[in-house]
């Protein structure tokens, strides 16, 4: 018995080469779409893991006997400003100025009104601190503040603070996001 095999036509044939290409193409977008999301969020957590801190955050840093709440300075516009320029501080704030890497950074009391003190942070210890520090005459040249020790963390806070709080060098420090791992 012999069997009669249907060859197609060939605009079936035709029909179905198109088919297969729009199917292919389709899978190839999607997956170029999936491989781009994929490196987008990478890039996202890379740069969070690099960089956690933005401007203007809220850091509650927990030291000495009490907890302080900070505005964080990153970038080098907002660590130049600091705290220069305002009237006043409220009680328990200060600013956290974060760097990439432990130095010995150079601090000045240019545009400030009210006294500060310094607390100089690497990793979570104390590592010096420079207390009851003035802002300048008006007119007066102003003095520069540096740690004795490198630092990675700089918090200024109201003169009196470290006295206050009974901060000391050495000291374990907590610094969190408030928002994110309040303790």
């Known amino acids: 018995m012999a069997r009669i095999r249907k060859i197609p036509n060939t605009d079936t044939l035709s029909m179905e080469r198109q088919k297969n290409r729009s199917e292919k193409k389709r899978i190839q977008a999607a997956s170029g779409a999936l491989f781009l999301s994929i490196v987008f969020y990478a890039g996202v957590l890379y740069a969070n893991y690099r960089s956690p801190w ?11 006997n009490g907890k302080i709440s900070a505005e964080v300075a990153v970038s080098s516009q907002k660590q130049y400003l600091g705290l220069s320029w305002r009237s006043f501080l409220p ?13 010995k950074y ?23 601190l420079t207390p009851d520090i003035s802002p300048p005459a ?4 102003s003095i520069n503040i540096t740690p004795g020790s490198p630092a990675d963390y700089v918090l200024e806070v109201n003169a009196g603070t470290i006295n206050k709080l009974g901060i000391n060098i050495g000291e374990t420090v907590i610094i969190r996001k408030s928002w994110l791992n309040p303790l």
């Open 54 to 64: 933005r401007d203007g955050q809220t850091a509650g840093v927990y030291i000495g």
């Open 91 to 103: 009680a328990d704030s200060g600013m956290l100025f974060v760097f990439n890497r432990p130095d």
């Open 106 to 128: 150079e601090f000045t009391m240019r545009g400030m009104e009210f006294p500060l003190d310094f607390i100089w942070i690497n990793g979570d210890k104390v590592v010096d």
């Open 138 to 141: 008006p007119g007066a040249v």
